[in-house]
């Protein structure tokens, strides 16, 4: 079963059940929702992924001078709308400007299904960027992230432990979403939100490869700049500097045992094989690295 294939819709049927579990969902203010109309349109979205820098990215974005601060850096209007409409998501963003633009950074986009579709059904000529970073260090810092907001509780060892024979076999999405399971659906997803390919390629079915840039995570740590240039010429925005030191969104540091590693780098060797051959270019991860 592939990902977003006719076998895997029943997935979005039971898209309802994010509203019975997902808390904190707020609405804009007052004031945003009653002058949506003046407000702008994001310029681009970036897609995902989750723990891939894109915190550090909307840090960068915001030296930009025509750059316009959205009411949150997490839209997470097209994974969790149950029917989108344009006036509505405006309403996260700031009023219109002569030369500014605004963006909307919502890292669970790639790996909720419809969102790409609600995405392409507002905005046909969307342009969209994907950040994807080594997934083996990626699992490792989404179970210190779950730790840290009190999601997680399990040892290291006791969290990933079911997870290595439930998803061997599964692709992504080919389970009905419930209110039951829908926690783990959005959180502790370690291995799967690693599982890139197939999200990239729901997004490419969808909007067209040429729409997508895809920048790898350790690349643009190390050379900033020249990311951020190529970034501004794909999204159609002015070049600027960084000019500042790269903050990356860290979590607190965390004894990993050499074992869970290594076994993290040889179930992903053959994921990322396959996406290094679509891609027609290789990332420094793993054996790479």
């Not at 209007?77 to 219109?96: G, H």
């Not at 432990?161 to 389970?175: D, G, I, V, Y």
């Not at 959005?186 to 999200?199: A, D, S, V």
Request: charged share 25%.
């Amino acid at each position: 079963m592939t990902f977003g294939d006719e076998n895997s819709q029943h997935m979005l049927h039971n898209q309802n059940n994010l509203f019975t579990v997902i808390k904190n969902t707020k609405k804009p203010n007052i004031w945003a929702q009653l002058s949506t109309f003046w407000r702008m349109s994001p310029k681009f979205i970036v897609l995902g992924a989750q723990r891939c820098g894109t915190t550090t990215f909307f840090e960068i974005l915001q030296k930009h001078p025509d750059f316009r601060v959205p009411l949150r850096k997490e839209i997470h209007y097209f994974d969790l709308a149950q029917n989108p409409k344009k006036l509505d998501y405006q309403a996260w963003f700031p009023l219109k400007k002569a030369d500014g633009f605004t963006v909307d950074i919502t890292p669970s986009y790639i790996f909720v299904p419809w969102a790409t579709k609600n995405t392409a059904r507002m905005f046909p000529q969307m342009r969209y960027l994907l950040f994807l970073r080594d997934p083996a260090e990626r699992a490792l810092s989404h179970y210190r992230k779950e730790l840290r907001t009190g999601r997680e509780t399990r040892s290291i060892k006791n969290a990933f432990a079911p997870l290595w024979e439930c998803q061997k076999n599964l692709s992504c999405f080919n389970a009905p979403v419930s209110a039951s399971n829908m926690s783990f659906w959005l959180h502790k997803h370690y291995l799967l939100r690693g599982h890139y390919l197939e999200q990239l390629q729901n997004c490419e079915k969808i909007v067209g490869k040429n729409n997508i840039m895809i920048i790898c995570s350790e690349k643009f740590f190390t050379a900033p700049q020249k990311h951020i240039d190529l970034i501004a010429e794909f999204a159609g925005i002015k070049k600027w500097s960084t000019n500042h030191s790269i903050h990356r969104n860290k979590t607190e540091k965390l004894s990993v045992p050499g074992d869970l590693k290594k076994r993290l780098q040889t179930y992903y060797k053959p994921l990322n094989e396959s996406l290094f051959n679509h891609l027609g270019h290789r990332f420094p991860w793993g054996d790479d690295a």
